[in-house]
């Protein structure tokens, strides 16, 4: 099956089931200082997990495009990516485990769907602890779904299993939960499915086989969790005001398994279907290396090409912080990997990355913009090269003490991991002892930048978010402008607010800025909502930006007569909440952009 079928596949089954298609949000998070990026299907919708009314009501379901990094050490192997897409389907306060579980195995095992042999599906359920009951309920309802197809579905011994009539294992949260996450949020239990591959048991994995060894028999494909707890600063985990589905099926795995079945491949393989197929080839001519026998390197390469394409869609440019870092280590692990197989072409990159936004364009039309990304790619390709020459020149016998692997990292983002793959020595005691010292300092600002986040919807956070409102408009009436807004980030302690504009803002215009605000907030000026269809929203002439898609139904938020916005919320009732409006600083965020910091007093 083609990635293009299953994606519509997916949403016109859930369709079916009175689901309203909700568009991927971007992978940069709007208004959510917590996360650098967009990390599962279920981010975007926290604040509706939470309770709040979602605009397109009770029943949701998307491609959400995600980007993790904290196992990029990892990537190369069959199970890690860096992007990746999610298929997942919601229920807000509206459904619960019956209808999730019956869904899931219809459409599993549907001839219309993905039509999988019931026979080779087997499932894992929560065993149950200190927080949370053993989920006997999913238990029962697996078994009542199983004998519709003449299959009994016994609870198993995953330490001595019988696969003959053994179909249900269970498993503590390590396995069976999901969340928050962050440190707090929504979670809870989760159901999860596989598919038996047949493949022989490697002894060195244990020795029984169960769906969770990971000796590559099972096949682990989609997970329906229970989001019906919410995880507090003291680890505390207590029921939500109402009982969530969250669902996620992972767009790579399932069109894998799928080719395998369909095909009979030896393994299910992401990197030989449709979405990396045409890099994996392009790979081969340009090195005149085979796949098979540069699986690592081929794997990574391709895995940070798709994230880099997607990630600088989103607007995300290279540097040596937060999100800039990450994509800017990503270029350079790309780099790195390209001369392992002997690719130091720079027209390959424009090729590649071609071959990126033909895969993907059809299902992702922001990614129309090759000779920008390409422009970016290698002018930090070029960069990197750069240092490296200065390194070998530096250290020509590929020697270098700790001092100088953490100027390095810290000056010109060269991270000692990638030294090590460069083959350069260097003292780690020494190196250690200067990476603490920067961690504390570095940790201390990150407490303070994400020490809230619309995901806890604390007051101080709300009344800033509220704020950039009257900010947005106010630029816009004071500068006359195109004024757009490109991002925001918000804890407690103040708000950061992104914006087009060509040059620095004057003294004086700043001082109208904040005084306008501060007119604002006086007037006390009644904060309401109104859902709407998109084009209702641009008739009524409410600003929407960010560069995203949005669903058919929207919120828009109106501040008086003053200020229209498309947001999701939440704001406080009335502007005289806020308090005193304080500009504290201005400067430029990149070519044509500038960023302003503020505090409410």
């Given amino acids: 099956m083609k990635s293009n079928s299953l994606r519509k596949k997916f949403i016109n089954f859930f369709v079916s089931k009175n689901h309203k298609y909700l568009p991927s949000a971007s992978l940069v998070p709007e208004d959510d200082p917590t996360i650098l990026f967009t990390p599962a299907g279920m981010s975007p919708l926290v604040r509706y997990l939470m309770g709040e009314p979602h605009p397109l009501g009770e029943r949701l379901c998307s491609v959400q495009k995600c980007l993790r990094t904290d196992d ?9 990516f860096t992007f990746f897409e999610m298929l997942g389907n919601w229920s807000l306060g509206d459904y619960f485990k019956k209808e999730a579980i019956n869904w899931s195995f219809e459409f599993i095992i549907g001839k219309k769907w993905l039509a999988f042999n019931p026979k080779k599906v087997y499932v894992t359920v929560f065993a149950g602890d200190k927080d949370a009951s053993k989920d006997n309920e999913s238990i029962k309802i697996w078994q009542e779904v199983f004998a519709k197809v003449g299959i009994k579905a016994e609870v198993g011994d ?22 928050p996450v962050g ?22 994995y244990g020795p029984h086989c ?11 494909f989609w997970n329906d969790v229970f989001m019906q707890y919410y995880k507090d600063n003291n680890s505390n985990i207590t029921p939500l005001k109402q009982k969530n ?30 979405l990396f ?12 290396q085979n796949y098979q026998e540069n699986k690592a390197n081929f794997r990574t390469i391709s895995d940070h090409l798709r994230a880099v394409v997607f990630i600088i869609s989103d607007g995300v440019r290279p540097s040596n912080k937060d999100r800039g870092y990450i994509l800017r280590r990503l270029i350079r692990r790309t780099v790195d990997s390209l001369s392992f197989i002997g690719i130091y072409k720079q027209e390959f990159y424009s090729l590649a990355i071609k071959k990126v936004i033909d895969i993907y364009s059809s299902a992702y039309t922001e990614l129309d913009k090759f000779q920008e990304i390409k422009n970016i790619v290698l002018d ?20 270098l003490t700790g001092e100088q692997v953490f100027t390095l990292f810290t000056t010109h983002g060269v ?15 020494a190196l250690e002892k200067k990476m603490k010292e920067h961690q504390k300092v570095s940790k201390k600002g990150m407490g303070q930048k994400f020490s809230g986040g619309l995901q806890d919807h604390s007051s101080e956070v709300v009344k800033l978010h509220t704020a950039t409102h009257l900010l947005h408009q106010s630029l816009r009436s004071i500068l006359k402008g195109n004024i757009q807004q490109v991002g925001s980030n918000i804890n407690r302690e103040r708000l950061r607010f992104d914006f087009t504009f060509s040059r620095s803002l004057t003294k004086n215009e700043l001082k109208k800025v904040e005084e306008l605000v501060n007119k604002k907030i006086e007037e006390n000026l009644e904060i309401k909502f109104s859902i709407m269809s998109l084009k209702q929203a641009r008739e009524q002439n409410a600003l929407a930006f960010f560069g995203q898609k949005y669903p058919e139904k929207v919120k828009v938020y109106s501040i008086g007569n003053f200020s229209k916005e498309v947001c999701g919320g939440p704001h406080v009732d009335f502007t005289g909440e806020l308090g005193k409006f304080i500009i504290k600083k201005e400067e430029s965020c990149g070519a044509g952009k500038r960023r302003i910091y503020a505090i409410l007093a």
């Fill in 277 to 288: 197929i045409d890099i994996i080839k392009l790979l081969e001519e340009e090195s005149g």
């Fill in 415 to 429: 991270s000692p991991e990638q030294l090590r793959d460069q083959g350069y020595k260097f003292d780690n005691l």
């Fill in 183 to 204: 440190k707090t949020g929504p979670c809870g239990p989760d159901t999860e499915m596989f598919y038996d591959t047949g493949k022989p048991h490697d002894q060195k």
């Fill in 158 to 179: 995953k330490d001595k299993p019988d696969f003959t009539r053994e179909r249900i294992f269970c498993y503590g949260k390590k396995e069976n939960w999901w969340g």
């Fill in 210 to 220: 169960h769906p969770n060894c990971e000796c590559g028999r099972f096949f682990e």
């Fill in 72 to 80: 990029i050490q990892e990537v190369g192997d069959l199970t890690h």
């Fill in 380 to 399: 930090e390709v070029e960069k990197y090269l750069k240092i490296l020459r200065q390194i070998k020149k530096l250290a020509p016998e590929k020697k």
């Fill in 245 to 274: 589905v969250d669902t996620g099926m992972g767009l790579e795995r399932v069109v894998a398994l799928t080719e395998y079945i369909e095909n009979n491949v030896k393994n299910p393989d992401p990197f030989l279907t449709d």
